[in-house]
Every structure is written in C-alpha cells, then in structure tokens.
C-alpha cells in the first residue's frame, strides 16, 4: 500500500520561500499525479496543484505566480516551492496521490494522503 | 473556477441516525464528484469517488448520489466513528475545489 510522507521547515519567515517535499513508499511512483492541497487552521480544504511523474504540472490559478513544483523519480520524491509567502499561507500542506479510476470518464480521486505538516509563517 | 457549496454546514445527529449531507455545484459537472471524512486532526480520506462509487474498505453504510450539479452523501445508520468532518469535491476540471465542509456532530 503506497504511503506519502510530508517533509519541511516548520517556520518561514514572510517573503521567504516555502519549500516541501512528499516521499512515497510501498511502490513505484509511475504513472500517476500527486496533488499539494493545504489547510489553514480550523478551515476548508484549498487545492494547490499537481505533478504527473513524467513532470507535467497543472496549478491552481489563485497561487501560479509563486508556485513551482517538481519530481524526482529516483528518490521516489515531489517537491513544492511556494515564493512570497506571507501569513496567509499558514497552514497544514498535504500531498496526495491523485488517482485515475477507469470507468466512462477519466475520474480522478485523492485516494491517499500525507499526515500533513504544518507550515507558519511568521516573522 | 467551480464553486461547491455544500449544505448544511453542520449537524447533530444520534447514533443510528440517518444523516445526508448535499453538495451543489456551480456548473455541470456530470458525475465527477468525490467525497472525504475528515477527523480532527487526521488527513481526510476517500469514502466515494465518481459520485457514487464506494471506495475499497469503506463501510457500505455510505452511499453517494446524484449527477450534474445536485449530489449527495448519506450515512445509513451512523456510527460513533462516522463523527467528522465531511468535504465534497470535483474532478471534472482543474484547479479541483472543495465544499466548505459539512461537520457531524453528537446530538
């Protein structure tokens, strides 16, 4: 059963640069998405982004100008880069793997996720 | 984006209860809706994906319906684990966007 570990500072201060990584475990990292999705505390659930393993990235576009993520098939590791972060970026980030589900159409599910690691940004 | 508003924002309910949560959609979004329970604390998790499809080791006392922009979620008999937080969201277009959530609570 494949597992997502989320990594990365806890504190960032204002301006800086938010940077995490989500590590898989339990099986290959091929041929699927793995989304970002935070939290901030005590609110609903906001959709950053995901990377296909080839590295083809699709962002949400309220966060696009600040946003880069990444993968390294070797490490079986994703990355997010988050630019500019001010306090409210604060939050839980998860990664999640996104799934495809055959059926009529090509539905997609984040069918298992990350503890989640708490970022605060603050100075 | 598409909007998802899900109704009501909370509830109290009894064990045994049968409980359903709505989610709307602000366009068609066939059935490409999903549904999560989220416990305090916890990372949510998958119960039903394409509007009605029980994801595997997920009690069958949950149930999704619906198509288009109207669906719902029910909680036939409600358990003490079944207390949460329940999140809807769409897959028919990026960027993927969450209900507000819906919290179940004991009455």
């Known amino acids: 059963q494949v597992q997502l570990q989320e990594s990365g500072p806890g504190l960032v201060k204002p301006s800086e640069t938010l940077s995490l990584t989500c590590t898989v475990s339990?099986?290959?990292?091929?041929?699927?998405?793995v989304s970002w999705i935070r939290q901030p505390a005590g609110r609903g659930l906001e959709w950053i982004g995901r990377?296909?393993?080839?590295?083809?990235?699709s962002y949400n576009p309220s966060l696009k100008s600040r946003l880069t993520m990444s993968v390294d098939t070797s490490k079986n590791q994703f990355s997010l880069n988050l630019t500019s972060v001010s306090a409210a970026d604060t939050a839980v980030y998860y990664c999640?793997?996104?799934?495809?589900?055959?059926?009529?159409?090509?539905?997609?599910?984040?069918?298992?996720w990350g503890q989640g690691t708490l970022v605060t940004v603050s100075s | 984006d598409i909007q998802m508003t899900q109704s009501p924002s909370s509830l109290s309910a009894s064990v045994g209860d049968r409980v359903s949560i709505t989610c709307r959609a602000s366009?068609?979004?066939?059935?490409?809706l999903n549904w999560y329970q989220q416990k305090t604390g916890k990372a949510p998790e998958l119960l039903i994906y394409?509007?009605?499809s029980l994801q595997s080791g997920v009690p069958s006392r949950f149930t999704g319906s619906g198509s288009g922009t109207d669906f719902t979620l029910t909680i036939s008999s409600l358990q003490p684990e079944d207390f949460a937080t329940y999140y809807c969201?769409?897959?028919?277009?990026?960027?993927?966007?969450f209900g507000q959530g819906t919290k179940v609570d004991i009455k």
């Open positions: 366009q068609n979004i066939n059935n490409f």
């Open positions: 969201q769409q897959s028919y277009h990026t960027p993927w966007t």
């Open positions: 394409a509007a009605s």
């Open positions: 339990g099986g290959s990292i091929s041929n699927y998405f």
């Open positions: 990377i296909y393993t080839t590295g083809s990235t």
């Open positions: 999640a793997r996104d799934r495809y589900y055959y059926g009529p159409g090509n539905y997609y599910a984040l069918d298992s």
